[in-house]
């Protein structure tokens, strides 16, 4: 089992609508989760940390998490042709400051 | 204010030479990781700087990959007798790792091609 999970895609969703990219993770005493967003040929930007259960809005985007579940996703409203990209999840784990990647999901908004 | 940067931002080698990829933390940031990303593949970490303590040096692939961090600051990754299968970009991220802060801030990479 990997540490970090994700579904690789591709999520085809209509311009305008909601994107919702899921993570799960293995390490129960993770504390932070963070979500970057890579266009391609360009390296990882960062897009939302989180770590506290619950929802965190910034703009556009929704981080949620759910430690209970062991479970971060990502809701993009309003989806616009340039969220197309890949979407990683990452996790620290509770024994060292290492993040931990999943290996993304290719999300892409048609028009 | 200025971010991670790396350089060679392209690199292309013979197979079994050595090279060398350079990356600049953003000032301050104590904690310095590099990654290696083949095409259309996932993040692989390769190692970990946290201040003055040891390296997590858990994802080098092989004892061909070095990696060191002079003066808390400047990291460099060596990759000596190269091969093909050594073809990635290589990036490298830097984070404050303080208080709540883990948030890490990429470089542009480094596309090493070997022949």
């Known amino acids: 089992q990997k540490e970090v999970e994700q579904n690789s895609g591709p999520l085809s969703v209509p311009e305008g609508a909601i994107a919702s990219l899921n993570c799960t993770y293995s390490?129960?005493?993770?504390?932070?989760f963070f979500w970057y967003r890579q266009y391609s040929g360009k390296s990882p930007e960062l897009i939302m940390s989180i770590y506290s259960n619950g929802d965190k809005e910034d703009g556009r985007f929704t981080a949620q998490l759910n430690k209970a579940s062991q479970y971060v996703s990502l809701l993009i409203r309003d989806s616009q042709p340039s969220d197309s990209a890949t979407y990683l999840c990452a996790a620290r784990g509770s024994s060292a400051s290492k993040i931990i990647f999943g290996s993304g999901t290719r999300l892409s908004i048609r028009p | 204010g200025a971010g991670v940067s790396q350089s060679p931002s392209n690199k292309v080698t013979e197979k079994g030479k050595d090279v060398e990829l350079r990356c600049d933390p953003i000032s301050g940031h104590t904690a310095l990781y590099w990654y290696r990303q083949s095409l259309g593949q996932g993040l692989e970490f390769l190692i970990y700087f946290q201040g003055n303590s040891a390296p997590d040096k858990s994802g080098l692939p092989s004892d061909r990959f070095s990696a060191e961090r002079t003066g808390g600051s400047v990291s460099t990754l060596t990759i000596q007798r190269t091969q093909q299968e050594d073809s990635a970009v290589y990036l490298c991220?830097?984070?404050?790792?303080?208080?709540?802060?883990?948030?890490?801030?990429f470089g542009p990479g480094t596309r090493l091609t070997v022949t």
């Open positions: 390490d129960r005493g993770s504390q932070s």
């Open positions: 991220a830097s984070s404050l790792n303080g208080g709540s802060s883990y948030e890490q801030y």
